[in-house]
């Protein structure tokens, strides 16, 4: 199933105090390590609207906070540790991170509200669609898969794969019924797919699907089962239950546009009889209205019976195989006007956001790494994906090859789908599209949520079997490894049935260098 989204307040005295304090330079231009004099909670509370969840593991959204941001769990002992801020109103202090993960793993295991109600994220539960976790729980996210920068200061978001989710069915302060509110999320514009449903805000206490209106959330993702806008997706949608909408009518509306920023602002908030999809770039730029008016042309939506869940990355009945990127978010109590939306996004937009690489050529999650053959006849060659099919092959590729190429040959390091303790490839430039083996041959493919994809996507690095670099052996044939034969990708065994388990040569073919990344 899927999850699902005051009239007007007063707000022009509000907004003229927003206009107030860009103009007096009080929201935040793009300082290289400077934080933010005034924080999007700052600017919805002057606005009349104030925050009553605000969640990020990126920065304070208050220009006087000072607390934790997330806790991390490490694997190797089970210790946990708050990962605060630099200093208040803030950047994340990643070094906290990786000094307390190092030489293991960690996962995501709470997300502080900074509001000061109380409206923590944590491991969603069981509802009415099982997770993957033990008892029907959901997965938690792996703290280095999301590598970002703000400001110039290094950071994690929270990287949601299918089977991941956050819950809060026990807050403070979160509308209800046909209660006004509004919300926004910071996410990865690229990372998305079609499960349901990948959404940020407002949803049943149960964990259930509990009818038309009993949800009103932030949707991201090409899912066309419900509703869909303009070209081919991504969409910011709302999640109303029963029902993804991008405007009035059910299905679809012209209005809401496929878009392609690499840091999206969403935007949805709603009211009796009144709601809105708003978005926008979060690097530069203001925001657009892709629908307001009033509520779906569908029995059930008005009035709204919104029940102050809050929930990340699933839908309200823990519909969990959606995929997404999550820097920050809040709520707020009453709708936000569009100027104080505005402001808010001057905010996001001055706060740097930027996609330069963190890590670079190596094995770590979250990492770029662009893996170079050993063997002497194809040492300027990498492992790339074609663009006419989704096969995996060897090419050169040098200083002089085009973009595209160099993007081909880049691959974004992920925790194992199968087993965390290994590897995935997702491709830098067809991103959700990850290296997986079928029928021995290596291809380029999108993530079912299934076990079979989860394994064959799975791959345990090793010392390289010639003596050089790593090898990279399959997790559900562990006698094969990652193997180029005749400029083809496989996955090989030393001696075999195939023509590519050939003795000659093997472990060299199946030796590679973790080389600095092409894109």
Same mark, same amino acid.
């Given at each position: 199933?899927?999850?699902?989204?005051?009239?007007?307040?007063?707000?022009?005295?509000?907004?003229?105090?927003?206009?107030?304090?860009?103009?007096?330079?009080?929201?935040?231009?793009?300082?290289?390590?400077?934080?933010?004099?005034?924080?999007?909670?700052?600017?919805?509370?002057?606005?009349?609207?104030?925050?009553?969840?605000?969640?990020?593991?990126?920065?304070?959204?208050?220009?006087?906070?000072?607390?934790?941001?997330?806790?991390?769990?490490?694997?190797?002992?089970?210790?946990?540790?708050?990962?605060?801020?630099?200093?208040?109103?803030?950047?994340?202090?990643?070094?906290?991170?990786?000094?307390?993960?190092?030489?293991?793993?960690?996962?995501?295991?709470?997300?502080?509200?900074?509001?000061?109600?109380?409206?923590?994220?944590?491991?969603?539960?069981?509802?009415?669609?099982?997770?993957?976790?033990?008892?029907?729980?959901?997965?938690?996210?792996?703290?280095?898969?999301?590598?970002?920068?703000?400001?110039?200061?290094?950071?994690?978001?929270?990287?949601?794969?299918?089977?991941?989710?956050?819950?809060?069915?026990?807050?403070?302060?979160?509308?209800?019924?046909?209660?006004?509110?509004?919300?926004?999320?910071?996410?990865?514009?690229?990372?998305?797919?079609?499960?349901?449903?990948?959404?940020?805000?407002?949803?049943?206490?149960?964990?259930?699907?509990?009818?038309?209106?009993?949800?009103?959330?932030?949707?991201?993702?090409?899912?066309?089962?419900?509703?869909?806008?303009?070209?081919?997706?991504?969409?910011?949608?709302?999640?109303?239950?029963?029902?993804?909408?991008?405007?009035?009518?059910?299905?679809?509306?012209?209005?809401?546009?496929?878009?392609?920023?690499?840091?999206?602002?969403?935007?949805?908030?709603?009211?009796?009889?009144?709601?809105?999809?708003?978005?926008?770039?979060?690097?530069?730029?203001?925001?657009?209205?892709?629908?307001?008016?009033?509520?779906?042309?569908?029995?059930?939506?008005?009035?709204?019976?919104?029940?102050?869940?809050?929930?990340?990355?699933?839908?309200?009945?823990?519909?969990?195989?959606?995929?997404?990127?999550?820097?920050?978010?809040?709520?707020?109590?009453?709708?936000?006007?569009?100027?104080?939306?505005?402001?808010?996004?001057?905010?996001?937009?001055?706060?740097?956001?930027?996609?330069?690489?963190?890590?670079?050529?190596?094995?770590?999650?979250?990492?770029?790494?662009?893996?170079?053959?050993?063997?002497?006849?194809?040492?300027?060659?990498?492992?790339?994906?074609?663009?006419?099919?989704?096969?995996?092959?060897?090419?050169?590729?040098?200083?002089?090859?085009?973009?595209?190429?160099?993007?081909?040959?880049?691959?974004?390091?992920?925790?194992?789908?199968?087993?965390?303790?290994?590897?995935? @490839?997702? %491709?830098? =430039?067809?991103?959700?599209? !990850?290296? /997986? #083996? +079928?029928?021995?041959?290596?291809? *380029?493919?999108?993530?079912?949520?299934?076990?079979?994809?989860?394994?064959?996507?799975?791959?345990?690095?090793?010392?390289?079997?010639?003596?050089?670099?790593?090898? @990279?052996? %399959?997790? =559900?044939?562990?006698?094969? !490894?990652? /193997? #180029? +034969?005749?400029?083809?990708?496989? *996955?090989?065994?030393?001696?075999?049935?195939?023509?590519?388990?050939?003795?000659?040569?093997?472990?060299?073919?199946?030796?590679?260098?973790?080389?600095?990344?092409?894109?």
């Amino acid at each position: 199933m899927v999850p699902a989204l005051q009239p007007f307040r007063r707000w022009l005295t509000a907004a003229a105090s927003v206009v107030a304090l860009v103009s007096a330079g009080l929201v935040a231009s793009g300082g290289a390590s400077q934080a933010a004099a005034q924080g999007p909670c700052d600017i919805y509370a002057s606005g009349g609207t104030p925050c009553v969840a605000a969640h990020s593991t990126t920065r304070a959204l208050y220009a006087a906070y000072n607390g934790p941001l997330y806790q991390v769990q490490r694997a190797s002992d089970g210790a946990t540790r708050d990962i605060g801020v630099l200093s208040a109103g803030g950047y994340a202090n990643a070094a906290t991170q990786d000094s307390f993960c190092a030489n293991t793993s960690c996962v995501i295991t709470v997300i502080y509200d900074e509001s000061g109600k109380g409206n923590h994220l944590t491991r969603a539960l069981r509802g009415y669609w099982p997770g993957p976790a033990a008892g029907g729980n959901d997965n938690l996210a792996n703290a280095f898969e999301a590598p970002v920068t703000v400001a110039g200061h290094k950071a994690y978001g929270v990287y949601v794969a299918p089977g991941t989710g956050y819950r809060n069915n026990h807050t403070s302060g979160i509308a209800t019924g046909d209660q006004p509110e509004g919300m926004y999320a910071v996410l990865d514009g690229t990372h998305y797919n079609g499960g349901c449903c990948f959404d940020y805000g407002n949803a049943e206490t149960t964990g259930n699907d509990d009818g038309n209106g009993t949800m009103e959330a932030v949707y991201f993702g090409n899912n066309k089962g419900w509703g869909y806008g303009a070209g081919p997706g991504p969409w910011v949608m709302a999640d109303l239950e029963n029902g993804l909408f991008s405007g009035v009518n059910q299905h679809y509306n012209a209005g809401d546009p496929t878009v392609a920023n690499r840091f999206q602002t969403a935007v949805v908030k709603g009211g009796p009889n009144q709601w809105a999809i708003r978005g926008g770039d979060a690097r530069a730029g203001g925001l657009s209205t892709y629908y307001s008016g009033v509520r779906p042309n569908v029995s059930g939506y008005n009035p709204m019976k919104k029940q102050g869940a809050i929930i990340l990355g699933i839908g309200g009945d823990n519909s969990n195989g959606a995929t997404g990127t999550f820097y920050e978010g809040v709520m707020t109590s009453g709708y936000p006007s569009d100027a104080t939306e505005n402001a808010v996004q001057a905010n996001i937009g001055a706060a740097g956001y930027s996609d330069a690489p963190t890590g670079s050529g190596t094995l770590t999650p979250g990492a770029r790494v662009s893996l170079q053959a050993t063997t002497a006849c194809c040492t300027s060659d990498y492992l790339r994906h074609n663009d006419a099919d989704n096969k995996v092959v060897i090419s050169a590729v040098d200083s002089a090859s085009s973009a595209t190429t160099k993007a081909d040959a880049t691959w974004i390091v992920r925790a194992g789908l199968a087993n965390s303790s290994c590897l995935t @490839f997702e %491709s830098a =430039n067809a991103r959700g599209r !990850y290296l /997986r #083996h +079928y029928a021995f041959r290596l291809q *380029l493919d999108i993530d079912d949520g299934g076990s079979t994809f989860a394994q064959d996507a799975t791959f345990c690095p090793t010392a390289g079997n010639s003596g050089t670099g790593r090898s @990279f052996q %399959s997790v =559900n044939y562990p006698a094969k !490894y990652i /193997r #180029h +034969y005749g400029y083809a990708g496989y *996955l090989a065994g030393n001696g075999g049935t195939n023509a590519w388990d050939a003795t000659t040569s093997w472990a060299q073919d199946t030796s590679w260098l973790t080389a600095t990344p092409w894109s």
